[in-house]
């Protein structure tokens, strides 16, 4: 009894040094320190959004992927400037015909 004991106590003790070596030389695998909690790595200029500006967006993930609601920000944000970019269109076009046809006359 006393033998397996020692053999229980022995194999605790070169886990844990296995473990504290493994540690200390190759850390948490991290390469950027963890985000403040309730913080995001996502961002978006206030306007003029550029394709530069979509393709550097980040999502933090989580424990069963992305996090769902950086994810539907990004895509009503872009949904909004969308919007935004064909409304202005419309309205130049307009004004484009306008000036054309009084130019015409």
Do not use: H
């Not at 070169?14 to 985000?35: D, I, K, M, S, T």
Request: hydrophobic residues 50%.
């Amino acid at each position: 009894m006393t033998t397996a004991l020692i053999y229980l106590l022995v194999m605790l003790l070169v886990a844990a040094v296995v473990f504290l070596v493994a540690a200390v030389v190759f850390g948490r695998g991290e390469e950027l320190a963890p985000l403040a909690p309730g913080s995001s790595p996502t961002r978006l200029p206030a306007q003029d959004i550029t394709g530069d500006d979509i393709r550097s967006v980040k999502f933090q993930l989580v424990l069963r992927g992305y996090k769902m609601a950086e994810v539907d920000w990004v895509l009503n944000r872009l949904g909004v400037e969308l919007d935004d970019l064909r409304a202005k269109v419309v309205e130049l076009e307009a004004e484009l015909a306008e000036r054309t046809r009084g130019a015409a006359r």
